[in-house]
């Protein structure tokens, strides 16, 4: 008999221990995740949602908004995101007018390209200087449109403008050809493109990304040359294809591992393509916060809307550390235990280890049964369990609502403590 009470007396210690452990698990989590928005990569669920795998999938996929970066892929849905993030910039921290001039300078380009010119040649009238440039006489400047810029074949036309005889002077002609140059230096210099123009020249004017059309070629097999944004939206929707295919075939391992190929090899396209848009993004915010004073830092990073990834990067990292709080102290321990089982289960179902369903990258290898799985029975059993009345505030909340229950001249009891079995 006496060895029963201490087979319990044990069992309820390792319960309670289990407890402790998981929620030790869970806050420590929680707080590490907490921590790394203050670093400069921050934890994000995204990349693990993005590659759910299952009956699912779909559902996981949705949830954070753009599950294949299509967006990124969208000239003019990454142009609104800038003009937002640009106005809320701003706004949060008090830019002046200079700053803000700069700010819009780096966003859609200046307004224009000058260079100091006294006079115009003789040779050279105002009217022949085309639609990008013009001489402003009063400001002795000649300047060239900030959006249409200049092409080689312009600056030339503007040269070959110049009187070459040699009978006559020379000089207007030779202050006319070396501002021509500078202002094509200034016109065409990568440093100078604003992010917008890089972004056009990437999305749009790059052939190997945005593909080309040839309509001398009408009608023939050259006439469109495809560029790997729409190879990877094909490729996408080859992989979708195949998937739904695969899935009613389960049984047949071949599509399987096909598609596990497949699927690596349109992340490496996806990267190649979206990779740059999103290199301009911070290349973007970090020159702005280039333009900051030491004050204007101090006001910490501008706030955005909350897109569907924070949204859930937020409840991940706030659920598990309030339920590992709750776990360790014992309060309301059987709803925190439960809690956390819906949560574990939210992670097995995004990558579970069940048959037909590709394998979850990393070291561990499971079949039906993973860490996530067995750390969902444990939470269940701990629910099932009082394991606040054997160590946790569950107890001494119990003990207050018996007093006040008692005072009312009703009776009551709690559960006994690992301490009471012993002794019992």
Same mark, same amino acid.
Not at 114 to 128: G, I, N, T, Y
Not at 189 to 207: D, F, H, I, T, Y
Not at 245 to 255: D, L
Not at 382 to 401: E, H, N, V
């Given at each position: ?239 979708? %294809?195949? *998937? !739904?295919? #695969? ?6 391992? /071949?599509?399987? @591992?096909? =598609? ?117 029975? %444990?939470? *269940? !059993?701990? #629910? ?6 054997? /160590?946790?505030? @569950?107890? =001494? ?28």
């Amino acid at each position: 008999m006496t060895d029963s009470k201490k087979c319990g007396c044990v069992a309820i210690s390792l319960i309670v221990l289990l407890r402790l452990s998981i929620g030790w698990q869970f806050l420590y989590e929680g707080l590490w995740k907490l921590k790394t928005y203050n670093t400069a990569t921050p934890w994000t669920a995204e990349g693990y949602l993005k590659n759910a795998q299952g009956p699912l999938r779909d559902t996981f996929r949705k949830m954070t908004g753009d599950p294949d970066d299509l967006q990124w892929l969208d000239r003019d849905a990454v142009g609104q995101r800038w003009d937002d993030w640009a106005a809320r910039f701003a706004t949060h921290y008090g830019l002046d007018e200079g700053q803000q001039k700069r700010l819009t300078e780096l966003l859609n380009g200046v307004a224009d390209f000058r260079v100091e010119l006294a006079e115009l040649p003789k040779s050279v009238a105002p009217k022949d200087l085309g639609k990008n440039v013009k001489f402003d006489a009063k400001a002795k400047r000649l300047i060239c449109d900030g959006k249409l810029r200049m092409l080689k074949a312009e600056r030339e036309k503007l040269l070959s403008l110049l009187n070459t005889d040699a009978s006559v002077d020379l000089r207007g002609e030779n202050e006319f050809s070396q501002a021509v140059h500078r202002l094509y230096e200034l016109a065409t210099r990568p440093q100078g493109m604003s992010a917008k123009e890089k972004l056009g020249a990437l999305l749009v004017g790059n052939p190997e990304v945005a593909g080309r059309v040839f309509k001398e070629h009408e009608g023939t097999i050259d006439y469109k040359r495809i560029g790997d944004i729409e190879v990877y939206k094909s490729d996408l929707a080859r992989y979708e %294809a195949n *998937l !739904a295919k #695969a899935n009613r075939q389960s049984a047949m391992q /071949f599509p399987r @591992d096909h =598609l596990q190929k497949q699927w690596s090899d349109l992340q490496q396209l996806k990267n190649k393509v979206v990779g740059p848009v999103k290199a301009l993004d911070a290349e973007l915010k970090v020159a702005a916060k280039k333009l900051l004073t030491p004050e204007q830092l101090a006001r910490g990073p501008v706030r955005l809307p909350a897109t569907p990834v924070d949204r859930i990067n937020q409840q991940t990292i706030w659920g598990l550390t309030i339920l590992g709080v709750l776990l360790l102290i014992g309060l309301g321990t059987r709803f925190a235990a439960i809690g956390g089982a819906v949560m574990l289960t939210m992670f097995y179902l995004a990558m579970p280890p069940w048959p037909g369903v590709p394998e979850a990258p990393g070291p561990e290898h499971s079949f039906i049964v993973n860490k996530n799985f067995i750390e969902v029975m %444990a939470l *269940l !059993a701990i #629910a099932a369990l009082p394991t606040g009345q054997w /160590f946790g505030l @569950d107890r =001494l909340c119990s003990k207050f609502c018996c007093r006040k229950k008692c005072c009312g001249g009703s009776a009551c009891s709690t559960a006994p403590t690992t301490v009471e079995i012993a002794k019992s």
